[in-house]
């Protein structure tokens, strides 16, 4: 799966909020897409970004391939009918047209997960929500980096162990609960020590935190972001003054 | 000790407390994500992920509980690989295969569960509150869930609401399923630690 590597392209260099703004106002101009003119536009668009990341789109593809997949089938399941003729084509292009809409979202957000390291966005995410609440997401997001792999070995420990004792022949009910039962019970022995480490380390409201600067580059790509959030709000004005097609 | 050390301001001991919860909640979360029970036959896996939601409702009540999806959901964003599959990143929460809203729909549950269980900010011990209002949380829980889920999914794949509606109708029964198994663990005294 895509997770960050150290590089020096021009999309490592520029600032997490910078990166974050353009992404989420790309969202919702690639969602806003309701012509084809517009939608290859964002897939362009998109190249641009995977190529300032030095990223690869079939890369991207194929960390994404469970996830094409179904958006893939999303248009089948749209036009199928229940009864002859089966297959109705109107909802089934609709769907094959929002459908179309998500890749280059996807590819734009892999870019910034490849170029961005952890800390830069725990430092964003404190920069965006101010105060005490952004203390506890931004420490938050780092622990649960620590933890993640620990308890998804813990929930597979358990699932072995349920396995390795004929487990697969109860039933559903039992299994999921052997499973969430054990998995809580180690998850709060693991918040009891991890607040006891907490407690014991001064955890505190004011620790001291990578310092983000925007330069001179970070302005443009932050204004894109803005601009392309507002696409779709000047489409119409622009699309009464000059006739298209 | 926060006189003696001006500089430094110490996180309340109850806060600590909750904030670890939250967090290991969070990651709990992601884990079952990652975990499923294969069932026989062509039925779809059984996730165990509304789990997470379920209990950051239950034990954290609506903004500690709030907190550990919200940051369940930003660790994703900064690319940890903690939505099913091993997917992350921001795209993937607002578009995703057309299931982001489910992701934001546990958040809004996890806040509604605690706020009907615990009526207030800080926790209560759930021995103190009756089965039925926890039934009612996490049922209204799950209607937030899908409330949030179906319309988000139907818009980004171009399905007719409708359409949306009858491919996620079969995991309901599973939903109820997984409720009753939430509500039979607080109830049968396994999460009570010495």
Not at chain 1, 135 to 158: E, I, K
Not at chain 2, 9 to 38: C, M, P, R, W
Request: aromatic residues 8%; proline residues 7%; charged residues 15%.
């Amino acid at each position: 799966m895509l997770s960050y590597r150290p590089g020096t392209t021009p999309a490592h260099g520029l600032d997490p909020r910078a990166k974050l703004g353009f992404q989420a106002g790309f969202a919702v101009a690639a969602l806003a897409a309701s012509s084809a003119g517009w939608l290859l536009g964002t897939y362009a668009l998109a190249g641009l970004v995977l190529a300032s990341a030095r990223l690869s789109p079939i890369r991207v593809a194929r960390d994404y391939r469970v996830v094409l997949a179904v958006l893939a089938f999303a248009p089948v399941l749209a036009g199928f009918v229940p009864g002859p003729p089966w297959f109705d084509a109107g909802p089934a292009t609709r769907s094959a047209l929002a459908v179309a809409r998500v890749p280059p979202v996807l590819a734009v957000s892999a870019a910034y997960v490849r170029t961005t390291p952890v800390r830069d966005t725990r430092a964003a995410v404190q920069w965006l929500v101010p105060g005490r609440v952004g203390q506890l997401l931004g420490v938050g997001v780092s622990l649960v980096f620590r933890f993640f792999p620990l308890l998804v070995a813990d929930l597979r420990t358990v699932r072995a162990a349920i396995h390795a004792r004929g487990g697969q022949r109860r039933s559903v009910l039992v299994r999921g609960r052997l499973l969430a039962v054990r998995g809580l019970d180690r998850t709060l022995a693991r918040s009891d020590r991890l607040a006891l480490a907490l407690r014991a380390r001064c955890f505190a409201w004011n620790p001291t935190l990578p310092a983000l600067s925007f330069r001179r580059r970070d302005y443009p790509v932050a204004a894109a972001g803005v601009a392309l959030a507002c696409a779709p709000l000047v489409r119409p004005v622009v699309g009464t003054f000059i006739p298209v097609g | 000790m926060s006189q003696e050390h001006e500089s430094v301001d110490l996180v309340g001991d109850d806060a600590v407390e909750y904030f670890a919860k939250a967090v290991l909640i969070a990651a709990l979360t992601a884990g079952l994500a990652q975990v499923s029970i294969q069932l026989p036959g062509s039925l779809p896996p059984f996730s165990l992920q509304p789990f997470g939601a379920f209990f950051a409702g239950l034990l954290l009540g609506p903004v500690w509980g709030g907190l550990a999806l919200a940051v369940y959901l930003l660790a994703g964003i900064a690319g940890a690989p903690v939505f099913s599959s091993g997917n992350a990143g921001l795209g993937y929460v607002l578009v995703g295969q057309g299931t982001g809203g489910f992701l934001v729909g546990f958040l809004v549950g996890a806040v509604v569960a605690g706020g009907i269980v615990h009526r207030g900010v800080t926790p209560r011990p759930l021995d103190e509150v009756g089965v039925p209002i926890q039934v009612a949380g996490l049922l209204a829980a799950l209607v937030a869930i899908y409330a949030v889920g179906v319309p988000w999914m139907s818009s980004v794949l171009g399905l007719e609401l409708g359409r949306a509606a009858s491919i996620m109708a079969p995991y309901v029964p599973f939903d109820l399923l997984k409720l009753a198994i939430a509500v039979g663990i607080v109830q049968g005294g396994y999460l009570v630690r010495e």
